[in-house]
C-alpha cells in the first residue's frame, strides 16, 4: 500500500502565496514522477506541475513563474509553492504520484485533495 499525505491550502486573497506539501509513504521500491493536479468545478482535472525522478519538471501554462514546484527525495515530499495567485487558481489541489512498488508493477496514486480558494 501506498500512501500520499497532503498539507496546506487554504484560503488567501488575491496576489497572495500558499504552499502544499505530500509525502509518499509505505511500499515504495522507486519513484517515477510526483506532482499536483487541480481540478475546480464544473471542469477536469488538469496537471499544474510535475517533476520526475530524473528531475523533468513541467507546468501548465497558466501557473509558469508563479508556482514552483520542488521534492525532497530522502522522504518522498514533493512541495508546490503558489505565489501571485488569482482567483482562477481556486480549486482542489490532488497530489499525484506514480511508483513502482516492486521491481516490475507499478501504480498512480492520488491524494484526497486540498481546497485552495483565492478570493479576490
Known amino acids: 500500500q501506498v500512501q500520499l499525505s497532503e498539507s496546506g491550502g487554504g484560503l488567501v486573497q488575491a496576489g497572495g502565496s500558499l504552499s502544499l506539501s505530500c509525502e509518499a509513504s509505505?511500499?515504495?521500491?522507486?519513484?517515477?514522477?510526483q506532482g499536483w493536479y487541480r481540478q475546480a468545478p464544473g471542469t477536469q482535472r488538469e496537471l499544474v506541475a510535475s517533476?520526475?525522478?530524473?528531475?523533468?519538471?513541467d507546468y501548465v501554462d497558466s501557473v509558469k513563474g508563479r508556482f514552483t514546484i520542488s521534492r525532497d527525495r530522502a522522504t518522498n515530499t514533493v512541495y508546490l509553492q503558489m505565489n501571485s495567485l488569482k482567483p482562477e487558481d481556486t480549486a482542489v489541489y490532488y497530489c499525484?504520484?506514480?511508483?513502482?512498488?516492486?521491481?516490475?508493477?507499478?501504480?498512480?496514486?492520488w491524494g484526497r485533495g486540498t481546497q485552495v480558494t483565492v478570493s479576490s
Open positions: 509505505g511500499r515504495i521500491f522507486r519513484l517515477v514522477s
Open positions: 499525484n504520484a506514480r511508483i513502482y512498488y516492486d521491481t516490475r508493477n507499478w501504480g498512480e496514486f
Open positions: 517533476v520526475t525522478a530524473g528531475g523533468n519538471i
